[in-house]
Nanobody
Framework: QVQLVESGGGSVQAGGSLRLSCEAS????????MGWFRQSPGKEREEVAS?????????FYADSVKERFAISRDNAKKTLYLQMDSLKPEDTGIYYC????????????????????WGQGTQVTVSS
């Protein structure tokens, strides 16, 4: 049974930092592309960042988070990370860890309906 356990969310002031973690179990973690999505109040769910399988050679970032967020993975620990710096109030939302698919990059990102599993979400609140 696939499980994703997210942690690291919380409340910070604008300009602060948070590091999200997502520990996976029940899956061959290194074979999958992984990602972070967020659901912000009044907005559609969006892909924030994603990373290719294996060594994570390839990454994707939404324009709104480029140069501020960094995604990484530790396959030995089956853990995905999202380092978030220079946080803004518009980064507020629920952040979801996602096991995408095993196809080569970037195909593995393509269809969110085909993603393997979603985490329960962790709340991030950034105050001005």
């Amino acid at each position: 049974q696939v499980q994703l356990v997210e942690s690291g969310g919380g409340s910070v002031q604008a300009g602060g930092s948070l590091r999200l973690s997502c520990e996976a179990s029940g899956i061959s973690f290194n074979y999958y592309c992984m990602g972070w999505f967020r659901q912000s109040p009044g907005k559609e769910r969006e892909e924030v960042a994603s990373i290719s399988s294996g060594g994570g050679l390839y990454t994707f970032y939404a324009d709104s988070v480029k140069e501020r967020f960094a995604i990484s993975r530790d396959n030995a620990k089956k853990t995905l990370y999202l380092q978030m710096d220079s946080l803004k109030p518009e980064d507020t939302g629920i952040y979801y860890c996602v096991i995408m698919a095993t196809q080569a990059w970037p195909t593995c990102r393509g269809d969110s309906n085909a993603y393997n599993a979603w985490g329960q979400g962790t709340q991030v609140t950034v105050s001005s």
